[in-house]
């Protein structure tokens, strides 16, 4: 089986849950994300033959920056995404991760002008951030293939 397809469907096998579950209740599983890391861990490195270094090394990348964040506003965006975050980055490498970042949060950005326009929610409303997360991998993973 090539790369792209393990890649793809690994990707999908998680966003897709992670995703409804986000909008549904606001929160990433841990018990979906834990072993997506751990089994995408083993399959870059026994697999695609990725250096154990650049492995270990990605969802570390992926993490910190939201973990900051999330550290930084006392919550307001959640842990989960951060873990999720991790995960995407080990998926999508480097650049596709800061290319993700980019178009998740200009989808984020759109669908909140959006809801804040017509009404439907406030400045004070909370807003999933996985679902755009995952658009976003979907799009930068689209665009690198």
């Known amino acids: 089986m090539k790369h792209e397809t393990i890649t793809v469907l690994s ?3 998680v966003i897709m849950p992670i995703s409804i579950i986000d909008i549904r209740k606001q929160k990433i599983p841990d018990i979906i994300i834990y072993p997506a890391i751990i089994v ?7 697999i695609f033959n990725d250096s154990l270094f650049t492995v ?3 969802p ?3 993490f910190i920056p939201f ?3 999330w550290y930084f506003t006392k919550g307001k965006m959640g842990l989960g995404d951060a873990k ?5 980055s080990l998926i999508l490498g480097i650049e596709q991760w800061f290319l993700m970042i980019f178009l998740s949060s200009l989808f984020a950005l759109i669908f909140a002008g959006i809801m804040l326009l017509a009404k439907k929610m406030n400045r004070s409303s909370k807003i999933p951030y996985g679902p755009f997360l995952s658009i976003g991998a979907l799009v930068a993973l ?3 293939i």
């Not at 995408?40 to 026994?46: A, P």
């Open 56 to 58: 270990l090394l990605l």
């Open 142 to 144: 689209y665009i690198n």
């Open 11 to 13: 990707l999908l096998t």
């Open 84 to 88: 999720f975050s991790a995960f995407l």
């Open 60 to 62: 570390i990348a992926g």
């Open 40 to 46: 995408f861990l083993v399959i870059k490195i026994w």
């Open 67 to 69: 973990f900051l964040i």
